[in-house]
């Protein structure tokens, strides 16, 4: 989940220039310019006209045409002229050596919604490159990467909040280079940016012709309930938000420039069971597999020990843990576990059996005294942290140690889910999984609520005090992976639903705080309060600061997602359509005029985020369908 927390940020010197904020295409800074320009309803263009490159870029896939900035980076300097031959809606490049009558070394066609780049032979072997500053947009290129920065056509740019292109190409197997770096630093003189690039390869010896397409497209579930209404619009543009990959290190990833964490890779696998094809031959689950196999081959990642700053030559901040996180290894498990049913590659199963059961076994020998949950090696205690060590799992800056609510209902859905792809299989082994599982579910429910709140606790410590801060989401899951019964859950939220109401969050457009009450001094992690770290005991001082009942969208999914197996659908709703209308909207995505960004605020909306773009929020997306169902029955 952490990126840019409690460290300092990478230097990068890969790109040149700032941003050019367009509000009107045809004018840079006041000034009309020499210039091609495109308009229609899902795209807004503007290209040099001396050199083959896009000098502002802004489309709408919904074909509204929703206003945006162009978040392109401009390099300020060309090295090499082109001569530039403007027909309707084409652009054609020579270079300066070629004479008029050869065929251009560039052109570019613009449909409605359609960019068709033709590059020809003409001894011109320069790439045409599209850069984007993530400070403006999080985009990503989505597809399988066999070689780092190196992505197989056909593949997809995706800029959360506009849209997505599909990118195909007349050649068979061709790579674009790909690559993201985060830096937001002074490097020289120079204002460096945090930025995603695509360099799509010219025409060559071997392929003396070759075409690329990008197509605006929509991609998600197409329900009749989801297919209208502009409290929607945001489903529509934004459904695989979460999926960003890091090209350095060909995973999945909290965004392009960011940390993989090995304890998310569930989220994004769930929600890939739902996503329809992104193009011909390439699913989202091939990401997941992707990701999968990385880790599989022995690849590390936040919440895994051996993960180190600028792990493999990526933007990296290393896991200062001297144990792997408590929900590491179920997230592992329960992804690989939705692959293989999304997909029913048994072929792959059979070739990672031996990876697969070692996860399980890690999960099972976790339940380190025997009881069926299992444990995590820090006790947990009150005021044993010491604003270095993290504690059990995502939330890395509450002190969730010992007996985790949280990772313990990852570990009950994983085993099970294992252990029923097992027996499926005729796997001896699978009894002992879904036997573990059966005894995490027997014991859960009476090692957690808490009778004073009429809550769950998120965690039992090792000296066996309750942690009792009313967590949404350790009480929404337990009700979402099915641990607690319809009447329990239904309690429960009750009691959550009235704490939130007698505490004062009501704004649900801002998400949802992960606990309602400050965490005490001693329960905290971080003892900066930046991070909400409190100086006073009760934590007052640090509330409503990151995660210290900051609200966010992260997790918000498993709240909604519970109301709606209770059939609560009217308090679904309540909290969901905000966050829709908020994520439209784009207000958890960027920075406010703090310089903080929208990831996380407090409950009056003042921004404490550090990521700029977290996907993990974006699961709540999946929710819409079961709105989608309630709303059939």
């Given at each position: 989940?952490k990126?840019?927390?409690?460290?300092k940020?990478?230097?990068?010197?890969?790109?040149?220039?700032?941003a050019?904020?367009?509000?009107?295409?045809?004018?840079?800074?006041?000034?009309?310019i020499?210039?091609?320009?495109?308009?229609?309803?899902?795209?807004?263009?503007?290209m040099?006209?001396?050199f083959?490159?896009?000098?502002?870029?802004?489309?709408?896939?919904?074909g509204?045409?929703?206003?945006?900035?162009?978040p392109?980076?401009?390099?300020?300097?060309?090295?090499?002229?082109?001569?530039?031959t403007?027909?309707?809606?084409s652009?054609s490049?020579?270079a300066?050596?070629?004479?008029?009558?050869n065929?251009?070394?560039w052109k570019?066609s613009f449909?409605?919604k359609?960019?068709?780049?033709?590059?020809?032979?003409s001894?011109?072997?320069?790439?045409f490159?599209?850069t984007?500053n993530q400070?403006?947009?999080?985009?990503?290129?989505?597809?399988v990467?066999?070689?780092?920065n190196k992505?197989?056509?056909?593949?997809?740019?995706?800029?959360?909040?506009?849209?997505?292109?599909?990118?195909t190409?007349?050649v068979s197997?061709l790579?674009l280079?790909?690559?993201?770096?985060?830096?937001n630093?002074?490097?020289?003189g120079?204002?460096?940016?945090?930025?995603?690039?695509?360099a799509?390869?010219s025409?060559?010896?071997?392929?003396p012709?070759?075409?690329y397409?990008?197509e605006?497209?929509?991609?998600?579930?197409?329900?009749?309930?989801l297919?209208?209404?502009?409290?929607y619009?945001?489903?529509?543009?934004?459904?695989?938000?979460?999926?960003?990959v890091?090209?350095?290190?060909?995973?999945?990833?909290?965004?392009?420039?960011?940390?993989?964490?090995a304890?998310?890779?569930?989220?994004?696998?769930?929600?890939?069971?739902y996503?329809?094809?992104?193009?011909?031959g390439?699913?989202?689950?091939?990401?997941?597999?992707?990701?999968?196999d990385?880790?599989i081959?022995g690849?590390k990642?936040?919440?895994?020990?051996?993960?180190?700053?600028s792990y493999?030559g990526a933007?990296t901040?290393s896991?200062?843990?001297?144990y792997d996180?408590?929900?590491s290894?179920?997230?592992?498990?329960?992804?690989a576990c939705?692959?293989?049913?999304s997909?029913?590659?048994?072929?792959?199963?059979?070739?990672?059996?031996?990876s697969?059961?070692?996860?399980?076994d890690?999960i099972?020998?976790?339940?380190i005294?025997?009881?069926?949950?299992?444990?995590?090696?820090?006790?947990?205690?009150?005021?044993?942290?010491d604003?270095?060590r993290?504690?059990a799992?995502?939330w890395?800056?509450?002190g969730?140690?010992?007996?985790?609510a949280?990772?313990?209902?990852?570990?009950y859905?994983?085993?099970n889910?294992?252990?029923?792809i097992?027996?499926?299989?005729n796997?001896?082994e699978?009894?002992k999984?879904s036997?573990h599982?059966a005894?995490?579910?027997?014991v859960?429910?009476?090692?957690?609520?808490n009778?004073?709140?009429?809550?769950?606790?998120?965690?039992k410590?090792?000296?066996?005090?309750?942690?009792?801060?009313?967590?949404?989401f350790?009480?929404?899951?337990?009700?979402?992976?099915g641990?607690?019964?319809?009447?329990q859950?239904?309690?429960?939220?009750?009691?959550?639903?009235?704490?939130?109401?007698?505490?004062?969050?009501t704004d649900?457009?801002?998400?949802?705080?992960?606990?309602?009450?400050?965490?005490?001094?001693?329960?905290y992690?971080a003892f900066?309060h930046?991070?909400?770290?409190p100086?006073?005991d009760?934590?007052?001082?640090g509330f409503?600061?990151?995660?210290n009942?900051g609200?966010?969208?992260c997790?918000t999914y498993?709240?909604?997602?519970?109301?709606?197996?209770l059939?609560r659908?009217?308090?679904?709703r309540?909290?969901l359509?905000?966050?829709l209308?908020?994520i439209?909207?784009g207000?958890f995505?960027?920075?406010?005029?703090?310089?903080?960004?929208?990831?996380?605020?407090?409950?009056?909306?003042?921004?404490?985020?550090y990521?700029?773009f977290?996907?993990?929020?974006?699961?709540?997306?999946?929710?819409?369908l079961g709105?989608?169902?309630?709303?059939?029955?």
């Amino acid at each position: 989940m952490k990126t840019t927390t409690r460290r300092k940020f990478i230097k990068s010197s890969s790109v040149l220039g700032l941003a050019l904020p367009l509000l009107n295409p045809n004018e840079i800074f006041g000034q009309q310019i020499n210039s091609f320009t495109f308009h229609s309803p899902f795209m807004n263009v503007v290209m040099q006209k001396d050199f083959p490159q896009l000098i502002s870029l802004c489309i709408d896939s919904l074909g509204e045409g929703k206003e945006s900035v162009s978040p392109l980076l401009i390099g300020k300097s060309v090295i090499k002229k082109y001569k530039s031959t403007i027909s309707g809606k084409s652009i054609s490049y020579h270079a300066e050596s070629q004479q008029k009558d050869n065929t251009p070394a560039w052109k570019f066609s613009f449909l409605d919604k359609v960019i068709q780049i033709i590059s020809e032979k003409s001894g011109n072997r320069e790439p045409f490159n599209i850069t984007v500053n993530q400070e403006l947009n999080h985009a990503t290129v989505l597809g399988v990467m066999k070689e780092n920065n190196k992505v197989i056509l056909p593949c997809l740019i995706h800029l959360p909040d506009m849209g997505t292109f599909r990118v195909t190409s007349n050649v068979s197997g061709l790579e674009l280079f790909t690559d993201a770096r985060r830096a937001n630093s002074e490097v020289k003189g120079k204002l460096e940016h945090n930025f995603v690039s695509i360099a799509f390869p010219s025409a060559t010896d071997e392929h003396p012709q070759i075409t690329y397409q990008l197509e605006i497209i929509s991609i998600f579930p197409d329900n009749p309930t989801l297919r209208n209404g502009s409290i929607y619009d945001g489903f529509r543009r934004n459904f695989i938000n979460i999926f960003q990959v890091n090209p350095r290190l060909r995973v999945l990833a909290n965004n392009s420039s960011s940390d993989p964490c090995a304890f998310t890779l569930y989220m994004s696998a769930q929600l890939a069971q739902y996503t329809p094809p992104l193009a011909e031959g390439l699913k989202a689950m091939d990401l997941v597999k992707m990701t999968l196999d990385r880790y599989i081959s022995g690849m590390k990642a936040y919440g895994l020990v051996g993960y180190t700053d600028s792990y493999e030559g990526a933007d990296t901040v290393s896991w200062k843990s001297k144990y792997d996180s408590l929900d590491s290894h179920p997230s592992l498990l329960l992804a690989a576990c939705y692959y293989i049913n999304s997909t029913n590659d048994t072929q792959w199963l059979k070739e990672n059996f031996r990876s697969l059961t070692l996860w399980a076994d890690i999960i099972v020998k976790n339940d380190i005294d025997g009881d069926g949950l299992i444990e995590y090696p820090e006790s947990g205690n009150c005021g044993t942290w010491d604003g270095v060590r993290r504690p059990a799992n995502w939330w890395d800056t509450v002190g969730f140690g010992h007996k985790d609510a949280y990772s313990n209902a990852l570990a009950y859905l994983a085993l099970n889910l294992f252990g029923s792809i097992l027996k499926n299989t005729n796997k001896p082994e699978s009894q002992k999984y879904s036997d573990h599982a059966a005894k995490i579910k027997s014991v859960y429910f009476s090692t957690f609520y808490n009778q004073e709140t009429g809550v769950l606790a998120g965690w039992k410590s090792k000296d066996g005090q309750l942690h009792d801060y009313y967590f949404t989401f350790v009480n929404s899951i337990s009700i979402s992976y099915g641990l607690i019964n319809e009447d329990q859950g239904n309690r429960i939220m009750d009691k959550l639903l009235s704490k939130m109401e007698s505490v004062g969050f009501t704004d649900f457009s801002l998400g949802l705080p992960g606990n309602l009450i400050p965490v005490k001094k001693g329960d905290y992690t971080a003892f900066d309060h930046r991070w909400g770290g409190p100086s006073m005991d009760d934590g007052t001082d640090g509330f409503q600061i990151y995660e210290n009942g900051g609200a966010t969208a992260c997790y918000t999914y498993f709240t909604v997602d519970a109301l709606q197996k209770l059939r609560r659908n009217q308090d679904a709703r309540k909290i969901l359509h905000p966050i829709l209308k908020s994520i439209n909207e784009g207000n958890f995505s960027g920075k406010c005029a703090n310089g903080m960004s929208k990831d996380w605020k407090t409950w009056k909306g003042e921004c404490w985020g550090y990521e700029g773009f977290l996907c993990d929020g974006y699961m709540v997306l999946l929710a819409c369908l079961g709105e989608d169902e309630l709303s059939n029955k």
